[in-house]
């Protein structure tokens, strides 16, 4: 069964910074694209940040220059330095990857159980 576990969540002042991991396991045969996004109370979950498996890059808009999104392929890992916390960034953040089992030969999305962020003195 193919399962993606997440960590390094926290609480951290302002102008901090936080390492969020997200390791894949299971029967895998290969992994494309991976990402990041986050909910915050009352709103709806938006993308953070996405790398392929080629290591292209696609970041929101409010966290390029803060925020830096990398893969270890041959861990089946994705991680997310967060650098110059601001409290806007306080959610959830869960890791996405787009996977492809073994059992199944074909592609489908995976999500991580989520971790929280929190921003504040």
């Known amino acids: 069964q193919v399962q993606l576990v997440e960590s390094g969540g926290g609480l951290v002042q302002p102008g901090g910074s936080l390492r969020l991991s997200c390791a894949a396991s299971?029967?895998?045969?290969?992994?494309?694209?991976m990402g990041w996004y986050r909910q915050a109370p009352g709103k709806e979950r938006e993308l953070v940040a996405v790398?392929?498996?080629?290591?292209?890059?696609i970041y929101a808009d409010s966290v390029k220059g803060r925020f830096a999104i990398s893969r270890d392929n041959a861990k089946n890992t994705v991680y997310l330095q967060m650098n110059s916390l601001k409290p806007e960034d306080t959610a959830v953040y869960y890791c996405?990857?787009?996977?492809?089992?073994?059992?199944?030969?074909?592609?489908?999305?995976?999500w991580g159980q989520g971790t929280q962020v929190t921003v504040s003195y």
């Open positions: 299971g029967s895998i045969s290969s992994i494309n694209n």
């Open positions: 996405n990857a787009h996977i492809v089992p073994i059992a199944t030969m074909a592609t489908s999305a995976y």
């Open positions: 790398i392929s498996r080629g290591g292209i890059t």
